[in-house]
């Protein structure tokens, strides 16, 4: 696991590259999917390509194997990267060859053939530009479509004249493309196999879709009279139609292009001559066609991963590097630090769990938040942040359980193996929060002592740069027992569901809620009800969310079948309503939360259209707001109801557009963390410094960002339903 340490050198050194190219990514995306007819809809086919493919897998391997020997290649199936490798080394030394030209692949580079073909006396040339920098640097990739993506052109330059020493010195984006291009040209020419990965291969003719920025794999393949491809199994799609909503999607989901630079659709062997480049006097026409292709394809894993039912999904990724380039810790660190021996990014944990196993997944797998931020980005519909969770769950149950007197005691969970202090610690907050109001004021003061804070640095590894929640003596569901409603007559009837941070921390958010809804109409209670797993599940403890979800549901439904709407103010909350419980709970009692459970200011933007009087509500006439809407209120689309209802009472609304502030629940306190959240909240920061906004109040959905931006500017953000009470 990167430490803090390691992880401030990757922010310094690599992270504002990796920063403003994953950034122009994400840019890119959103404009291209924009221009798209139905996005959704593509997205759905070719999630369910891959559904079938997966489930047909054996079939269509066989299928592949018939079209592959029918059209004159070989297939390999290798059990894993040694076999890959093995079969790999011996194509190459039947052909007697001394180079290999080698196209970018993710395959190659989990079996690191490299490194086996170097060992044997071949030399290899990667011909991709990205990887060909790092194969000059001998560094690691850092992203999976763009290798180098942490390398600005300076270090490329430096690089280049360093160990070239060209006549002139190479300076511009021009010179370096074209020094490479001509030094990558000579060695594809003097090649004798070209090695390519393949980004699907339809089973039904063996037609493999290559997609590249350079040209360079059709190159390598076409110059060379052998053609080696490797690829894992799950590559293969049953027909060569299925290609076209993959190649739809792949270019804008990774690089934001429309179409990726060079789509190549091969059936190789193909008939194309082998060109003698020296011969520049016979016609191509006349020169030899004598191919040969191998296609190796590997399982290394990928079968376990079949037959899980979590990891299974990964093996629907079209690794375009869309969960990486949405990701904001990804953004500060790069694949160096969030990624495992080969792949980085948020699906890196489900690919390096089923290939490399859980030692290795469990080096990166914190620094993913859970934030859901890759959901929408990803083009086939994975749910990367469960795949993340549910790995996170089987890291902790390797792990030795920490003292009994604590998980029977003060962490009263339902994880009967290892989750470590820490995680027990922050899972159980519910615990926590409902001692620290119990005793508060005597809590906050004594947990903002030098000795606490110590404490809680050296067994809990809370990081004391944070202020820590300050507990209310009265709960927002004690203050609204001692209450009447104010609505005689009303016009909708709700449950305003006392979430743990609500509840005990940002009371009068609560208050100002209760208040706004009665303004509008609607008779409002506030029951005890348990808190809703969040915090369990954000550290990986499946079992006690799942115990959270049942009592949460338990409590809820009678409200329901009486009539009454669920709305929630903490949008992780809202969002495990929404989405966590499906996976948590049977589907009739996740349905009937999910269909009666509101976030506050949609309900709110509900009312008003169905004809509450917004004059109820506080207005201003010339009044301007900054807004940062949480990372689960976007996944859910959520933002706009808030933006119009500020909007409906007077409000200009300047809403950030960074992917997260950086705090993500209990991420920011963690020591090892702090110093990575603050580096993604700075970029907040920023737009919230800007002229025009840096005067304005700022409002924001979540704790954690209500708690970071405190952190990172001096002015105090409020929920925006606090602006709403008159
Ligand atoms: S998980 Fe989805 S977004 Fe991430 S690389 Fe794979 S296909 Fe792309």
Redesign the pocket.
Known sequence: MATADELRELIRTEGAAVATNTQAFNDGRYASVADLEDYEELKREARAIKEDAIERLPELLEQLTTAVEENGGTVYLADDAADANDYVRSVVADRNANRVVKSKSMTSEELEVNAALEGAGVDVVETDLGEWVLQVADEAPSH?VAPAIHKSRDAIAALFNERFDPDEPLETAEELTRFARETLGERIVDAEVGLTGANFIAAETGTMALVTSEGNARKSVAATDTQITVAGVEKVVPTVADLQSFVELIGR??TGQDITSYVSLLTPPVETPVVDFEDDTTPISEFESDREFHLVLVDNGRTEMREDDHLRE?L?????????NSCANFQSVGGHAFGGETYS???ATGWEAGIEGLDVAAEFNDLCTGCTR?VN????G?D?PWINTVVRDRINREKDAPADWLVDGLSPDEEDEGAPLQKRFFGNFETVAKLGSATAPVSNWLADTTVSRQFMARFLEIDPRRDLPAFERETLVDWFADRESTVADPERRAVLYPDLYTNHVQVDRGKAAVRVLEALGVDVVVPPVPSSGRAPLSQGMVATATDHAGRVTEALAPHIEDGRDIVVIEPSDYAMFQREYEKLLDGAAFAELAENSYEILEYVYGLLENGADASALAATEDGAVAYHSHCQQRTLGLEPYTVAVLEECGYDVATSDVECCGMAGSFGYKSEYYELSMDVGDRLREQFQTDGVREQPVVASGTSCLEQIDALLERQPRHPVELLIT
Do not use: H, K, L
């Not at 629907?316 to 990486?324: D, E, F, T, V």
């Open positions: 999976i989901s990774g990964t629907y990724c079209i690794r375009c590097s869309a969960c990486s990014g948020g699906i890759c980005a990803c083009p086939v994975i990367i």
